[in-house]
């Protein structure tokens, strides 16, 4: 057992508390519609992607550090 490779489980968390964020994922995503045809590249959805990811890192944090040693 000393020779395998250790598994990251946050991915594996991440992709299981994704369903869970889908109304943050929502607004992201209609963000990204509103400004596709912004020429100027001054509008962004930054706010709409950190909030998708905080709503995920906060599902997984709950279930991740229970595991860690």
């Known amino acids: 057992m000393a020779d395998e490779e250790p ?3 946050k991915q594996y968390l ?7 964020c889908v109304r943050p994922l929502r607004a992201y995503q209609a ?3 509103r400004i ?8 962004h ?3 709409q ?3 998708y990811w905080k ?10 550090f229970v595991k860690l040693k």
Do not use: I, M, Q
């Open 7 to 9: 598994v990251d489980p």
């Open 14 to 20: 991440e992709e299981t508390c994704k369903p869970k």
């Open 31 to 33: 963000c990204v519609e």
């Open 36 to 43: 596709k045809g912004d020429e100027t590249g001054h509008k």
């Open 45 to 47: 959805c930054t706010g």
């Open 49 to 51: 992607y950190f909030d």
């Open 55 to 64: 709503c995920v890192d906060d599902c997984v944090a709950l279930k991740l």
